[in-house]
């Protein structure tokens, strides 16, 4: 459970160019908040300063009031779910699941429990002994979010999740995101190209243009005013 707050920070890269000048934004602990701006304009570079990916060229960064700026990204609560999944070939599902918590040195019996738990969630119960290439798609993804999911962090990230699925996929994976993201009432950043997604997963929409928030606001108020 995470409330996250960003105070004008800004990214300049190394080369110079201003991604993103200062952004203010306050996410709810909870709140479901979707990324979306045309190609460019700075969706991934905040979603990877959320993470740790990237670091903040200025402003801050607070995660239920601790300042996040300079920690890395293992030092941060937070999951990530990528388009192209970044799921270990060579493990099967269950060792892909329980990966992030072996790393926090957690118990056999633990990481038994939470695995079979978040599996039982996505439907992924009798395929915990494949290998990712066994599995279609659709399956692929549900094991990255339960990758995401055993561990609850406070906050998830999603980088178009759902982008190389097919859209019949796309449609019935984005109502299962929804209802765990409620069922779990896990705060979310998530962005994506596809404005439907958008509309029907956010609580609010922000809209990025050149690195600046142009508006900010539920999809009633951006998307159905006269
Ligand atoms: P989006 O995710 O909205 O497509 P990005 O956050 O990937 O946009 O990129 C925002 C801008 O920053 C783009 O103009 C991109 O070319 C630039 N950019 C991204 N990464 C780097 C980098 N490592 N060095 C310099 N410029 C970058
Ligand atoms: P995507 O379209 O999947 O978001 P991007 O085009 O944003 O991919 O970038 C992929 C990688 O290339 C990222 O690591 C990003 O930081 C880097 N990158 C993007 N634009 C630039 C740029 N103008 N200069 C240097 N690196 C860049």
Known sequence: MAEVILNQVGKTYPNGYQAIPAIDLHIADGEFIVLVGPSGCGKSTLLRMVAGLESISSGELLINNQRMNEKEPA????????????????????????????????????????????????????????KPKQLSGGQRQ?????????????????????????????????????????????????????????MTLADRLVVLNKGHAEQIGSPLELYERP
Request: glycine share 4%.
């Open 142 to 198: 549900r094991v990255a979010m339960g990758r995401a999911m055993v561990r609850h962090p406070q906050a998830f990230l999603f980088d178009e999740p759902l982008s190389n699925l097919d859209a019949k996929l796309r449609v019935q994976m984005r109502v299962e995101i929804r209802q765990l993201q409620r069922q779990l009432g896990t705060t979310t950043l998530y962005v994506t190209h596809d404005q439907v997604e958008a």
């Open 75 to 130: 030092e941060r609560d937070i999951a990530m779910v990528f388009q192209n999944y970044a799921l270990y070939p060579h493990m099967t599902v269950f060792d892909n699941m329980a990966y992030g918590l072996r790393n926090r040195g957690a118990s056999k019996d633990e990481i038994q429990r939470k695995v079979s738990d978040s599996a039982r969630l996505l439907g992924l119960t009798d395929l915990l002994e494949r």
